[in-house]
């Protein structure tokens, strides 16, 4: 449909007879009206524009239908007696597609409207194209995300079968790693590395810290009493079996992904001790991953407030004493003490994701069953 306005009446008259063989024709007298039609269902798909109008003038409509989302994209042609270089700029710099200058040549006017609505019909093919590609494009993302976080807590839950004690444990440490991200954000030492596409690697990536304990005997890993130093040797390995079963998935694969990474620092460095009296690899400092220095914090107080079916969970007054004595030695000290800034965020998290009696029922006749 083909939008002429002008004041004139023959002029309207002129242009709906040499338009309405080929197409459907609507007449405005005046800016306002045109504004109105131009902004129904259906808009028009070119809009024919004569500037000297009283009123409200042609340039003032055009800057307002440019102004619009709505209308923004509906070609103006300019029909206008003012024939001046300075006119003509002024027309296109509000963003009119053409300008032809009274009196018109028939021909010519027919030849610009045909060659503007072909225009128009492309550049709208092309968005509803990119529109409907930006819209499968996010769909299958959010499939490939979805199924990510399933294999991700696939895994995961697969190592919590073979350990009786850990519960809810994994969906708390990954909470408590995200807070602490969050709170760290704007530190200045982590400022650079904590952005918002990290703290979601991360989040993702916690559930895996544990992945290793798939590979350590039963008669260790679901003993309820003390290891001996050589039954501790053993349990130390889960680091870095967990890490290199990462990597064998991520080889498989055939491409780096970026939370399989973070995965790897997660599960093979989470023991490691800022003192440099960690496993597996006694790392110090911050030759420690960062991912893996907030998992060691979000993993200690969760293994000290946390019951188990060999002990209740410590209360947090004690478990944050038992931290802050780890300020420096244990801990990166910027970490901790985001830990106790943001504690009772950590206790809303235990609270919320707490171990119910019937998950211990459960986990204590699981022990029995698997020890005898």
């Not at 405005?28 to 129904?40: H, P, R, S, T, V």
């Not at 225009?119 to 194209?129: P, S, V, Y």
Request: charged letters at 25%.
């Amino acid at each position: 449909m083909v939008l002429v306005v002008d004041d004139t009446p023959d002029n309207l008259l002129l242009m709906s007879g040499l338009l309405k063989e080929w197409y459907k024709i609507k007449v405005a007298n005046q800016g306002e009206k045109a504004l109105k039609i131009a902004n129904g269902d259906p808009p028009p798909d070119l809009i024919l524009l004569d500037i000297m109008m009283p009123g409200m003038d042609g340039y003032e409509v055009c800057r307002q239908l440019k102004a619009k989302a709505r209308t923004r994209d509906i070609p103006v042609i300019f029909l206008t007696a003012k024939a001046e270089v300075e006119d003509e700029k002024r027309g296109l710099d509000l963003g009119a597609v053409d300008y032809i200058t009274k009196p018109i040549s028939p021909p010519i006017v027919l030849a610009r409207v045909k060659t503007h609505l072909t225009l128009k019909a492309t550049a709208d093919f092309l968005r509803d194209k990119n529109d409907y590609l930006a819209l499968e494009v996010a769909r299958r993302t959010q499939e490939v995300m979805a199924i990510q976080d399933v294999t991700i807590l696939a895994m995961a839950s697969l190592a919590e079968t073979r350990d009786s004690d850990t519960g809810n444990h994994i969906r708390r440490t990954q909470y408590y790693v995200k807070a602490l991200a969050g709170h760290l954000r704007e530190h200045p030492r982590f400022a650079g590395q904590l952005h918002d596409g990290v703290i979601e690697m991360l989040f993702k990536s916690a559930p895996l810290h544990d992945i290793g304990k798939v590979g350590i005997p039963d008669r260790i890993l679901l003993k309820p009493g003390r290891f001996t130093s050589e039954e501790f040797e053993v349990m130390k390995t889960h680091t870095t079996l967990g890490r290199d079963a990462i990597a064998m998935a991520e080889e498989r694969l055939g491409t780096r992904v970026d939370f399989l990474a973070m995965a790897k620092e997660i599960a093979c460095s989470h023991q490691e001790k800022w003192d440099g009296s960690g496993y597996p690899e006694g790392l110090a400092g911050e030759a420690i991953p960062l991912s893996a220095r907030l998992m060691a914090v979000a993993d200690v107080y969760d293994a000290l407030v946390s019951r188990r079916v060999y002990k209740p969970g410590m209360p947090h007054a004690q478990a944050l004493a038992i931290m802050v004595e780890g300020r420096g030695s244990h801990f990166d000290p910027d970490i901790l003490d985001a830990f106790v800034a943001i504690q009772d965020q950590f206790l809303q998290i235990a609270g919320r994701y707490a171990d119910s009696d019937r998950d211990m029922q459960e986990k204590a006749a699981h022990l029995l069953q698997m020890i005898h």
